[in-house]
């Protein structure tokens, strides 16, 4: 998840752009560029770090050009470094690029045949360089970037310009978010509306397939194959604040509803249908490292521990390879049993949890093979284990952690069908079912999200308890857990995640009337089980909210409140489960008032002990 401006007018293209690209800083800050054109001939500036480097080297260097095209960054492929950064260039051809090309390697190794060399170790580069290339077959430089971006599978927004054409600027979109702003002889383009807000408030909402070219003063707009197609202008009335969360009121909100995103982009490039089976690009054990691994300790600290638990139920399921699950704080100091032959396994969003680092150091130091599954590019702990695998949720503002969850679950399910189709656990047809499954699941999130005004109306219904309860068995009990660390973190609610069965062995006594419950009862293994508990609850007063399969009469003659969620796969129940848990969590505590985005006592990323 990148940003990326483009202007072309009567103005000095780079300050525009820098601004622009300041509003889109949560979309990525670990390096940032600017390339802007003058009188034929382009310069860009680029740095690491935040946009403010950028900024200080254009003081010292400034920019001329009325066209120009910015960029900032969240590593996907390639590191953060001033090389990776953007815009890239290939001969005349200049790039910057949101999303991921599935086949840049692919593409690679073929420009790198016909002699093309490349300086980063990003898919964006292999775009300016096959443009290039079609340039000295096509008639024109449209031509030749219609011609590239057809041969592209993935997902992009890209800005280009050609060094031999100084008044053109062209944009392009499929998959990743585009808008085109509209000024007096004068045109933007921008991932988000916030963007360019401060320039004009008539924009052009881009759709996947479509094309623009701004030429002479003109915004020429057509699908990417080249058939014309009529664009209107919508006028865009949202304060500056609505826009920096895409007109979301809270970045909590905004950063649930890009949860089919995040989970598209975390799988995008890896499945490999055919073989059942999986390619993690910074995991490169060989099927023999991984099979001979006889034991796993997964390590995390809170969201990402709830992850890890949820993780230990698909390695065991599917893998038959022992999990432990550690808190990373108590791993650390208790003198743990690791050797050569266990998996370390440490979950963390930032990266930066000091005591998840702390944890994986001292896994490392007792000799174990070690991986991190972690969002940030090039974090501490990403840099510190000997593989990762990349959670590409986009940076995550909201305290609360949501879309980095439900792309760590994402991450743990592709690892395992890694690790079973190393250790031959997971054969072909098994692993190209789970792979069918996953791939459904972005659009279920987005059927799940349709929840959003009935689980409001539930929360204004339950919102004065003191006290929760959440239950659930099995793979759903951390989610429970997780459920009940969301009420509580955001909305400063009381609340408990049990498993459902261990309910009778004490929290039984707290049930009456005022503790509403809330119960995981997808169908599935423990279906029956969990209704009996659900029943216990009921006969004791207590006021359950049930999370069902979409069409459960029996859940639903018996709980006071339903919300039912679409039934695929008994694994992957628990990313569609957390959706409505996120969503109660989030409307309770806008009910009550509370700071949702930065909760009293917490921070975004925990880096002291
Ligand atoms: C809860 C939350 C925290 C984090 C925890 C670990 O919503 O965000 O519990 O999950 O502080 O952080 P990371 O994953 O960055 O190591």
Redesign the pocket.
């Known amino acids: 998840m990148c940003g990326i401006v483009g202007y072309i007018g009567e103005q000095q293209a780079s300050p525009i752009i820098l601004e622009g690209l300041k509003k889109l800083e949560y979309r990525g800050y670990d390096s940032a560029g600017i390339a802007s054109l003058d009188n034929g001939s382009s310069v860009i500036r680029r740095s690491q770090g935040k946009l403010v480097n950028l900024e200080n080297i254009l003081r010292d260097q400034p920019l001329t050009g009325k066209v120009g095209i910015g960029h900032t960054r969240w590593a996907t492929h390639g590191k953060p470094s001033e090389i990776n950064a953007h815009p890239h260039k290939a001969g005349s051809i200049i790039i910057v690029h949101n999303g991921i090309i599935e086949n840049y390697l692919q593409l690679k190794d073929q420009l790198k045949q016909l002699g093309h060399t490349f300086k980063s170790e990003t898919d964006t580069e292999v775009i300016a360089h096959l443009i290039e290339e079609s340039l000295k077959t096509e008639a024109d430089f449209e031509q030749a970037v219609r011609t590239s971006l057809l041969q592209l599978r993935g997902a992009y927004a890209v800005c280009i310009l050609n060094d031999k054409e100084p008044g053109v600027l062209i944009a392009a979109k499929l998959g990743s978010p585009m808008v085109v702003g509209l000024g007096e002889k004068e045109f933007f383009v921008a991932s988000d509306i916030p963007a360019i807000l401060a320039y004009t408030r008539e924009m052009v909402f881009m759709e996947d397939g479509e094309f623009v070219i701004f030429r002479s003063g003109t915004a020429v707009f057509s699908t990417i194959a080249g058939n014309s197609i009529d664009k209107k202008a919508r006028h865009i009335d949202w304060s500056p604040m609505m826009a920096e969360k895409g007109g979301f009121r809270h970045f909590m909100l905004k950063e649930i509803h890009e949860q089919p995103r995040a989970v598209r982009d975390t799988i995008a490039g890896r499945l490999l249908e055919l073989d059942g089976d999986v390619y993690l690009e910074n995991l490169q054990f060989s099927d023999r490292q991984l099979a001979a691994v006889k034991r796993i300790i997964i390590i995390?600290?809170?969201?990402?521990w709830h992850a890890a638990l949820v993780g230990k139920f698909y390695i065991e399921g599917l893998c038959r390879i022992p999990v432990e699950v550690d808190i990373a704080s108590e791993f650390r100091y208790r003198n743990p049993v690791v050797d050569e032959n266990t998996l370390a396994i440490v979950i963390?969003?930032?990266g930066e949890?000091a005591d998840?680092l702390a944890a994986l150091r001292e896994a490392k130091s007792r000799g174990a093979l070690n991986i991190a599954i972690c969002n940030v590019v090039d974090s501490s702990i990403a840099r510190e284990s000997s593989g990762v695998i990349y959670t590409h949720a986009g940076p995550e503002i909201g305290?609360?952690?949501t879309k980095a969850f439900v792309t760590q679950l994402t991450a743990l399910y592709l690892f395992t069908i890694r690790l079973g189709r190393a250790n031959c656990t997971i054969d072909v047809l098994h692993g190209q079912r789970m792979i069918a499954a996953l791939k459904k699941i972005p659009g279920l999130i987005e059927e799940a999200l349709r929840l959003n005004d009935k689980v409001e109306k539930i929360a204004k219904k339950y919102m004065n308890a003191r006290d929760f309860l959440y239950l659930g068995r099995g793979k759903n009990f951390p989610i429970a857990l997780e459920g009940a660390?969301?009420l509580k973190?955001i909305s400063y609610i009381h609340a408990e995640g049990y498993p459902a069965g261990e309910m009778k062995h004490g929290p039984i006594a707290l049930i009456d009337e005022n503790v509403p419950v809330v119960v995981l009862v997808p169908k599935g293994n423990s279906y029956e089980k969990t209704i009996s508990n659900m029943e216990e609850v009921i006969t004791r007063g207590g006021r359950v909210i049930a999370v069902c399969s979409t069409g459960d009469e029996e859940v639903k003659k018996r709980a006071e409140t339903t919300i039912e969620i679409p039934n695929l796969d008994e694994d992957l129940d628990p990313l569609l489960l957390s959706v409505p848990l996120q969503l109660l969590s989030y409307h309770i505590s806008v009910l009550k008032g509370t700071d949702v985005d930065q909760p009293r006592n917490l921070a975004k990323?925990?880096t002291v002990e």
């Open positions: 995390a600290c809170g969201t990402s963390s969003q930032s949890t998840t305290v609360a952690s660390l969301k973190e990323s925990v």
